[in-house]
């Protein structure tokens, strides 16, 4: 029986795309040209447009067999750890220069073979070196063929093999030239194959091989003849690579654990637009749990300002505020939000997480102190350690601790920041003392108000007119995206302020600038709020109704705003609870670590103006029954 050859090289416009080799039986070569074809129509880098097939019969006494080397892998936190790891196993070998000859291979520019160098001169011998040694002639022992393509591993295993078996040869360095194949070897007789990771970063295209010699225990010649044309089939091949630590492994570890302590958090989609009644995953569902506050997401004059916008002015703003996207729909909401909250001056932000991001990180530096409340957002939280000011945390809206902690930490520099309302349990910051205590000890003054616009004050502006328009923060932060039923966030301060801000806030600097549908739709919002304060009022009473409904059933209830929060305490409880109401029709999702502290979950409901005093009752009436279902 003979043995054959086959070498096929596909390019596309002369470009090189695949290449491949095989040594098989006489009776194996139709299929093995076969498949070498698809794999070089199919490759990554495009179909071939030209392939070239050269098929030579070897006399089979001249194919020498040898074993595999044995593989182990090696993997790396970093890349200069794979390097410094090979430097060390060059080391081993007793090489005078290990850290030159890695150099060399990071150095390796780009060539169809390999470089050859040779440790008793300190020279590379490769006759040619814009081609390099190319090593052929070789396959894994009864390999046939497959056409799925390049396997890397055991392509490089008998290359190596065959390299470490030629006289002379010390020592092969290799990594792919494949941007996205990071994994690359060292390979020796004392070694074996060893597998490093990683040796790159992804996308990266480097790569190359060096064959490390030594010229006085074997001749370059035969050497390099041996590698280019004496054929060797490799046997024992393992089948596949040993799996190399997955990277995402520990990531689908930590979820598991979320899961385990009912931690784990997924996403409930939404079938409908965002209204009282909406549909989740196509369900009818009572929401009593929407930011949208006033139902003006769904409001038809806010939908038509947004599609009149975006009909004008285009899907997209096309830039940042300070390069092309800042336009005169910005400038006119802005000062609509200025007016709103008694400010010289307002700055939209995308989100309002991204507000307190830039605002917070802007104003406070390594110098300053910042006092947070200990029930605070987590964007105001973020915020904080963004700017890496000095962070001091205060018991909940107690304003004497507050007080006691800035006579304690003295500081040139300072701001006091809270939520106006709380957003997981709905209660209402100390405004008065809270200005007060920022005048008296000359700090900076920001309140969140979030789920204070639309919400609270008797015609729905905010924290300060629900204390009489007597008590002015210098920084009112605040959202597009609940009671105005759009999206986006934004503050409203001095004059000074907002063109600090529009120099150092970074998210507000390099970020694209709002969608022209979001503005104008957040203005329309305002105005309706402004036109029909009962809306507000609605909403207040529908508070005032909820919570006398829960008592009726004894359960505990008052909130001086739209967010009315039912403590269960046991995550896995709370979890139950919200199931079962959803079930039974009424979205009111359970609040967990660590958006609230452990053991203090609960249902949070936001109620809306829309909502009636029936579905109000009703929902009372569920959630007593799912309380006492789950104890
Ligand atoms: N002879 C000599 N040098 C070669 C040859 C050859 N037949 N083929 C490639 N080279 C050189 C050339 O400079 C390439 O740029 C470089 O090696 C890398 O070639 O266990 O994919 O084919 O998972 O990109 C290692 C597998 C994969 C590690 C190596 O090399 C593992 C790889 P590539
Ligand atoms: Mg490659």
Not at 164 to 175: F, I, K, Q, R, S
Not at 281 to 305: G, H
Not at 351 to 362: F, P
Request: one cysteine or more; hydrophobic letters at 40%; glycine letters at 6%.
């Amino acid at each position: 029986m003979s043995l054959y050859s086959v070498k096929m090289r596909a390019s596309k416009n002369a470009h090189h795309v695949s290449g491949a080799e095989r040594i098989l039986n006489q009776e194996d070569l139709p299929q093995a040209v076969s498949c070498l074809t698809q794999r070089a129509l199919h490759h990554s880098l495009g179909t071939a447009d030209f392939i070239n097939f050269k098929v030579e019969a070897l006399a089979e006494a001249e194919v020498k067999h040898l074993p595999a080397l044995p593989v182990s892998t090696r993997p790396c936190t970093t890349i200069a750890e794979s390097f410094a790891l090979m430097t060390s196993l060059l080391k081993e070998l007793n090489l005078a220069e290990p850290v030159k000859l890695v150099e060399l291979l990071r150095s390796t520019h780009p060539m169809r073979g390999a470089i050859l160098y040779d440790v008793a001169t300190n020279k590379q011998l490769e006759p040619d070196p814009e081609r390099g040694i190319r090593v052929t002639y070789m396959d894994a022992a009864g390999a046939g063929c497959s056409s799925s393509g390049k396997n890397h591993f055991r392509e490089a295993l008998v290359l190596a093999t065959k390299v470490v078996n030629t006289p002379g040869m010390l020592a092969e360095l290799c990594m792919s030239d494949d941007p996205d194949y990071v994994t690359g070897y060292l390979a020796s007789l004392k070694h074996g194959y060893t597998r490093l990771t990683p040796l790159k970063s992804v996308g990266d295209p480097h790569g190359g091989r060096v064959f490390i010699f030594d010229s006085r225990l074997g001749d370059p010649a035969q050497a390099i003849h041996f590698l280019e044309k004496e054929p060797v089939l490799v046997d024992g091949l393992p089948i596949e690579a040993p799996a190399l630590p997955d990277p995402e492994a520990p990531f689908a570890e930590a979820l598991a654990q979320l899961k385990q302590k009912s931690l784990y958090r997924s996403m409930r989609t939404m079938t409908s637009e965002q209204a009282r009644h909406s549909t989740v995953n196509t369900k009818p569902m009572l929401l009593m749990s929407s930011n949208s506050y006033l139902d003006l997401t769904a409001d038809p004059r806010v939908k038509a300002a947004a599609v009149e916008a975006a009909q004008a002015w285009g899907a997209g703003s096309g830039g940042s505020r300070l390069t092309t996207g800042n336009t005169l729909l910005a400038e006119q909401l802005e000062n609509k939000l200025a007016q709103l909250k008694g400010k010289e001056a307002a700055l939209l932000f995308n989100t309002g997480y991204m507000a307190n991001l830039g605002i917070i990180s802007a104003l406070a530096d390594k110098e300053s102190v910042i006092f947070s409340d200990e029930l605070n957002h987590a964007s105001i939280i973020d915020g904080c350690r963004l700017s890496r000011a000095r962070l001091v945390v205060y018991k909940h809206n107690d304003m004497q601790d507050l007080e006691a902690k800035i006579k304690q930490t003295p500081c040139s520099k300072g701001l006091i920041v809270s939520d106006a309302v709380f957003s997981m349990d709905g209660d209402i910051l100390n405004l008065p003392d809270f200005v007060a205590l920022g005048e008296k000890y000359h700090l900076l003054t920001m309140v969140d108000e979030a789920h204070a616009t639309g919400v609270i004050g008797a015609t729905g502006k905010g924290i300060v007119e629900h204390y009489g328009n007597k008590y002015a923060p210098n920084l009112i932060m605040g959202t597009l995206s609940k009671a105005l039923g759009s999206e986006g966030g934004f503050v409203c301060a001095s004059r000074v302020l907002r063109e600090y801000l529009i120099n150092k806030a970074r998210s507000f600097i390099f970020s694209t600038a709002q969608c022209p549908a979001a503005l104008a739709a957040a203005h329309k919002a305002i105005e309706i709020i402004e036109a029909e304060p009962e809306r507000v009022r609605a909403l207040q009473q529908n508070v005032l109704y909820f919570c006398s409904c829960l008592k009726e059933l004894g359960i505990e209830a008052s909130s001086p705003t739209a967010i009315i929060p039912l403590v269960v305490g046991d995550e896995a409880r709370a979890l139950a609870v919200a199931k079962e109401l959803e079930e039974k029709g009424v979205l009111i999702p359970a609040i967990r670590y660590p958006t609230v502290p452990k053991g203090t979950a609960r249902l949070r409901i936001a109620l809306m103006a829309t909502h009636t005093q029936a579905e109000l009752k009703h929902t009372a009436e569920l959630i007593k029954q799912a309380l006492e279902h789950h104890q």
